[in-house]
């Protein structure tokens, strides 16, 4: 696919359970970016990666969120123990290097009841 | 601190007429500044960015530094350009490569 990929499309889950959602960025851009996006509201930033490291974590709003991107493509974000409040609109971006735009996937729907 | 404000979450014109979507923004240093929108059942993508000093669709928007502001208009709204618009802005300092959006302006094109 010529696109950013997210899986899974939407996922309902039970206050308290963990979640992961997977981000496949576009073949050969090196930075990939997480954005949670609440209803009527922007996206907010949460994680920009570099390559495998993690260059600006500044944005996770707590210890419950991690992500991961271990070979430097495919990345995870993970929250533990959620909450009502993780119910959003999770983007991911990817940019290729030296790139200015972002290319967003079409996100997934986390709602937790 | 970088802030990104779209004062007006709905805006509604009819075809044929201008449009401006406005944008405010707050940073200390020399950002860069970019629309993106999202069309019904579409993904987020880029519109255009200041440093192209590009037109797109019809679009335009000129960075004023002197009212830290990056309105984006077009002289003649069409039904097609119906979708959520978001400004974003990119610090070139010590904030990295992080993209800071606004609220977004849902602008509706009536026939």
């Known amino acids: 696919g010529a696109g950013v990929s997210q899986t899974p499309s939407n996922k309902v889950t039970e206050k308290g359970k963990y979640v992961e959602l997977r981000c496949d960025p576009i073949?050969?851009?090196?930075?990939l970016y997480w954005y949670r996006q609440s209803l009527g509201q922007g996206p907010e930033f949460l994680i920009y990666?570099?390559?495998?490291?993690?260059?600006?974590d500044s944005g996770l709003p707590n210890d419950r969120f991690f992500a991961v991107r271990p070979e430097g493509s495919v990345s995870t974000l993970k929250i533990q123990r959620t909450e009502r409040g993780d119910s959003a609109v999770y983007l991911c971006?990817?940019?290729?290097?030296?790139?200015?735009?972002?290319?967003f996937g079409e996100g997934s729907r986390l709602t937790v009841l | 601190a970088q802030r990104v404000t779209q004062p007006e979450k709905l805006l509604s014109v009819f075809k044929g007429a201008p449009v401006e979507l406005k944008c405010n923004y707050s940073?200390?240093?020399?950002?860069?500044l970019f629309w993106y929108v999202q069309y019904s059942r579409q993904r987020l993508q880029l519109l255009l960015r200041?440093?192209s000093r590009e037109s797109i669709k019809g679009f335009t928007a000129d960075l004023n530094k002197g009212e830290t502001s990056f309105h984006l208009k077009k002289p003649f709204a069409q039904e097609e350009d119906s979708a959520m618009y978001y400004c974003?802005?990119?610090?070139?300092?010590?904030?990295?490569?992080?993209?800071?959006f606004g609220e977004g302006t849902q602008l509706t094109v009536n026939p």
């Open positions: 971006a990817s940019r290729e290097t030296g790139g200015r735009e972002l290319f």
């Open positions: 073949s050969g851009h090196t930075a």
């Open positions: 990666f570099q390559g495998t490291g993690a260059a600006d």
């Open positions: 940073y200390s240093g020399s950002p860069e």
């Open positions: 200041h440093i």
């Open positions: 974003a802005l990119k610090g070139t300092e010590t904030s990295g490569s992080r993209l800071t």
